[in-house]
C-alpha cells in the first residue's frame, strides 16, 4: 500500500494505491488516473534556469516542453550546469533538445532580448 497526495487539482486528496491499482481516497477519477501513473510509471514537466550572456539577467528560466520521468530529474537539470545560452533568446526556443534520449526537450519560458553593452561590456 502506497500513501499519495493528488497534485492534479488544489484539493489535494490523499490517496492510497496497493499492487492491485486499487485506488481509495481520491475524490474523482482523475485522482485515481493520477495515481496508477505515479504508482507505475512517475514523470513530471521539469522546470530550471540556465546561464545566459548578454541579456539582461544572467539566468534564463526553462522548463521540460513535457513530462520526463522523475527518477532522470535530477540528471537532466544538471545537463544545464554546463550550458551558456547567448541572447536573444526567445520564449519557446528550444535550449536543450532530447533530454537524455526522452524526446523532451528544455524550451525558454521567457524572451530575453540582447542588451547593448555597457562600457563596451556585456553581462
Ligand atoms: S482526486 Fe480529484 S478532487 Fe482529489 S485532488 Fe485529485 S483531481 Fe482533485
Redesign the pocket.
Known sequence: MTVL?????????R?RIDGTMAVR????????D?AVKEFTNPTRVTTSTVRIKGAAFARLPVKTDRDIPKDAVFKAVRLLDDLTVNAPVKCGDIILPNILNTGANFVATRTLLKEAPVNGVLK
Open positions: 497526495t493528488c497534485i492534479v487539482c488544489p484539493k489535494g486528496c490517496m481516497g481520491n475524490g474523482c477519477s482523475r485522482g485515481a493520477y
